[in-house]
């Protein structure tokens, strides 16, 4: 299976995987307000028997694009369903003329965080008191595409 589109019909299983995945869950609404936006891309990730188990969403903003979320249902975790859908938002991402890709993860997510590193992100900063329930600073990271390339 490889990502595909995200539509509106995916709300439901999204707001249900984002509650699962996050200790302060993005509402159903704020996904289906950001499916609107042009400079918005989002891709599902189905089980192969029609459940979306995984989803992202990234914006670009002139040449700079951002990570706005990824979530992978507990149950399809270490599967490569997170890494088909960064990679499935990166190629939109760089189609779309991207430079670069920023992103926010909670300093004690761990797995996504090695995630990205995977995926070539290096750590940039950090945002004190971004999140909040529980409340914890963000690690912000950044992948410089070029480079990425400079890399293989």
């Given at each position: 299976?490889?990502p595909r589109?995200?539509?509106?019909?995916?709300?439901?299983?999204?707001?249900?995987?984002?509650?699962?995945?996050?200790?302060?869950?993005?509402?159903r609404?704020?996904?289906?307000?950001?499916?609107?936006?042009?400079?918005?891309?989002?891709?599902?990730?189905?089980?192969g028997?029609?459940?979306?188990?995984?989803y992202?969403?990234?914006?670009?903003?002139?040449?700079?694009?951002?990570?706005l979320?990824?979530?992978?249902?507990?149950?399809?975790?270490?599967?490569?369903?997170g890494?088909?859908l960064?990679e499935?938002?990166?190629?939109?991402?760089?189609?779309?003329?991207?430079?670069?890709?920023?992103?926010?993860v909670?300093?004690?997510n761990h797995?996504a965080?090695?995630?990205?590193?995977?995926?070539?992100?290096?750590?940039?900063?950090?945002?004190?008191?971004?999140?909040?329930?529980?409340?914890e600073d963000?690690?912000?990271m950044?992948?410089?595409?070029?480079?990425?390339?400079?890399?293989k």
């Amino acid at each position: 299976m490889a990502p595909r589109p995200l539509c509106h019909a995916d709300l439901p299983a999204v707001a249900t995987i984002e509650a699962q995945a996050f200790p302060d869950p993005w509402s159903r609404q704020a996904f289906a307000e950001m499916l609107t936006h042009q400079h918005v891309c989002g891709f599902g990730f189905d089980d192969g028997e029609g459940t979306l188990v995984g989803y992202g969403l990234c914006s670009l903003g002139g040449d700079e694009g951002e990570i706005l979320n990824l979530a992978v249902q507990p149950r399809a975790r270490g599967r490569g369903v997170g890494s088909a859908l960064l990679e499935a938002m990166l190629d939109w991402l760089r189609g779309q003329g991207a430079s670069c890709v920023f992103l926010e993860v909670r300093p004690s997510n761990h797995a996504a965080i090695e995630l990205y590193r995977r995926a070539g992100f290096s750590p940039l900063g950090v945002r004190d008191g971004y999140y909040r329930r529980p409340r914890e600073d963000a690690l912000t990271m950044v992948l410089e595409l070029g480079a990425e390339e400079a890399r293989k």
